[in-house]
């Protein structure tokens, strides 16, 4: 950086710092990759953990068709909506009311979603990574 950035106080007593809108960008950056390794780090460690992986199927039906975790790995195991609820012990309906989006399901529904996909359950997680409890499951 060639020059130094302004540092001055806020009304509040912050510490604020000015600095050229390239040097932002370039820690945003840094930032940005920071946080990737810290994920490949965690999936690193899940896979070490023995906790299962993704094939690369699902991961593209994911991607690739914007399908839910959920869809993606019961399409991979090629079972019907109402297959896997039996399987799982589950409503069809609420298998698909979670396949679109409509609920997350608890983390016991998770698991036995999970269990009956032979899928890691960190593999049917919500967007947020935490599993959500839904008190209308049937």
Do not use: C
Request: glycine letters at 12%.
């Amino acid at each position: 950086m060639n020059h130094e950035p302004q540092r001055f106080s806020a009304p509040d007593g912050t510490e604020m710092v000015i600095l050229p809108a390239s040097e932002y960008s370039r820690l945003k950056l840094l930032a940005e990759e920071g946080d990737g390794v810290a994920t490949a780090r965690m999936i690193e460690a899940r896979i070490a953990a023995g906790e299962g992986t993704m094939p690369g199927e699902v991961l593209d039906m994911i991607l690739d068709e914007d399908l839910t975790p959920l869809a993606a790995w019961r399409r991979y195991r090629g079972l019907s909506q109402a297959a896997l609820a039996r399987k799982a012990g589950l409503s069809q309906v609420w298998v698909g009311r979670i396949e679109a989006g409509g609920g997350y399901g608890s983390r016991d529904t998770r698991r036995k979603l999970a269990q009956a996909l032979g899928a890691p359950g960190w593999a049917l997680e919500d967007e947020r990574g935490t599993v959500s409890s839904d008190r209308s499951e049937a």
